[in-house]
Structures are given as C-alpha cells and as structure tokens.
C-alpha cells in the first residue's frame, strides 16, 4: 500500500475518524422569515464517527435551522437569496483495496454496509462516487491498468482492452450501489496509464510517449473504459483529466510525472505531458 508525504497512514485513518461529521440536509429550506417570529427551517441529521470505533455512522441529535437569536457552539448562518455553487453530490471511492476489504465481509454484512452508505432512508444515501480508472495507490494488489502487455508489446487499436479486474469485486460493489441509489453519479479519474503507452516503460512516474500514435491510443483506451463500464451496467456521468497532476515525485504510484511550473518544460516534455493531463485530443 502507498504511504503519502503528508501523514502516516494509521494517523490519517485517526484523523480523518475524528474529523467526520456527515451532514445531510432533509428537506428544502423554508425561504426567509416572514413574522417577527423565528422562522423554522429544514432539519439536519448528522452521523459520527470516532477514532475508537465506539461511534460508527452513529446517529445524532437533530438540529433544526431557524432564525433564532445567539445560542451556544458554533452559528451557521445561511443566505437562502444568494445562490452560489451548486452541489453535485458527496460520497467517496470504491477502491480496489477497499473492495477487497467489502468482500472479506460475510455478504449479508457487506450489504448491510453498502446499505448504510448508499440508501438514501436506511443509511447515509453517498451520491457521488469518484472511481480510478485502473489502479489508484489504493490497491490490494499489484498496480494494474486496464490493457498491460508484456514489455516490448503494444496495443494502439486496444484489441486486448479488458475490464476483467473490475468484474471480481469493484463492478458488482457499483451496480448494488447503483440499485440502494439510483440517483448515484459516477465520476472516473485516470492515476496512470498503461506502461507500454510510457517513455519508462512503467507504470510509476514517467511520462506519455510523444507520439500521436500514443496519444491516440490513450484517447482511445478512456473512451472503452466508459463504453465498457456502460455495458457492465456502471454509467460514467464525468471524466477528470489526471489524479493529482502536480505530483512531482510519485515513488509508488501509478502516476506519471510532469514538469514543475517554476521551471520552463521542454517542448517534449511539454507535449508528453500536457497530452496526460487532456488526453490527448
């Protein structure tokens, strides 16, 4: 598993435990108070979880937005006339590592636990869903994309494309997503590309060839990804260009490498890289 530059793994795990709250909003807010009165808004439900596991998704105190005056904690003040971003959706990713963590579970508790993520009454209802395309550094195996080839090989037309990997655990987690939610949105990010596609010759660090060819070919392997992931009953509603371009220096991660802004890339290199970062068009 991959270790980032930023916490250790079981801290991250701690923090992160520590830090969730999920809010959920129940209903469409009242609009502005039209009385003297406090004017009753929607009710938030919320979820904890803590670091000792001794709260896990666990339900909390509902609170009601209304305009009542000071009160103690923390105020969140909501403008109902002006609206600014809209929300897609929130969730998370299913990973391969954490698929394989779901299916190590008896399968009725696996479905208790997609239950009280997905469904929108019985659990938490994630609606938003962020999906590697291949292998993240979240992985229970080897990294892997979806058209690895022995070292020499290569596959511009993907005749060998095959999301077989996906169909053991990661496929079967989305489509029972899908049925506990159907308004679920899909979203697919690339981590790396196929190593015969890269000037290294791997699937960690380097860069995409420069050669039209190539980047046809890559073109070509994230348009089968959607095609594929369609047929197999997943719809991609959005594509990323590239998990975490800035990435300098991945060391265990199926990522490629670009150049620092602070420093003016080559014209090859340039091309490599910008052709990762939009695919190549």
Request: with cysteine.
């Amino acid at each position: 598993m991959h270790h980032r530059h930023t916490l250790p793994r079981h801290r991250r795990r701690a923090a992160l435990a520590a830090a969730v709250t999920l809010l959920a909003t129940a209903a469409a807010f009242a609009g502005p108070a039209t009385t003297a009165s406090a004017a009753t808004g929607p009710t938030v439900s919320a979820w904890i979880t803590t670091p000792d596991r001794a709260q896990l998704l666990a339900p909390a105190a509902s609170q009601v937005f209304d305009t009542a005056g000071p009160r103690p904690g923390q105020m969140i003040t909501i403008e109902p006339s002006q609206v600014l971003q809209t929300m897609d959706g929130f969730g998370a990713s299913i990973t391969d590592s954490s698929a394989a963590l779901l299916y190590r579970l008896p399968a009725a508790q696996r479905d208790q636990v997609m239950t009280s993520l997905f469904d929108p009454v019985n659990g938490i209802g994630l609606s938003m869903l962020r999906q590697p395309i291949g292998s993240s550094d979240f992985t229970d195996e080897a990294h892997y994309t979806f058209d690895d080839l022995p070292s020499g090989q290569t596959d511009l037309p993907m005749a060998r494309f095959s999301i077989a990997h996906d169909e053991a655990q990661i496929l079967p987690l989305l489509r029972r997503a899908l049925q506990l939610n159907p308004s679920l949105k899909i979203m697919a990010s690339p981590w790396g590309q196929p190593a015969w596609m890269k000037a290294n010759n791997s699937l960690v660090g380097g860069r995409l060839k420069n050669d039209h060819a190539i980047f046809r070919a890559y073109a070509l392997y994230l348009v089968r990804f959607v095609q594929a992931y369609q047929a197999a009953g997943v719809p991609i509603y959005a594509l990323t260009v590239q998990n975490e371009p800035q990435n300098r220096t991945p060391t265990a991660t199926p990522a490629p490498t670009c150049p620092s802004p602070t420093r003016p890339p080559s014209s090859t290199n340039s091309a490599r890289c910008s052709a990762t970062r939009a695919w190549a068009t």
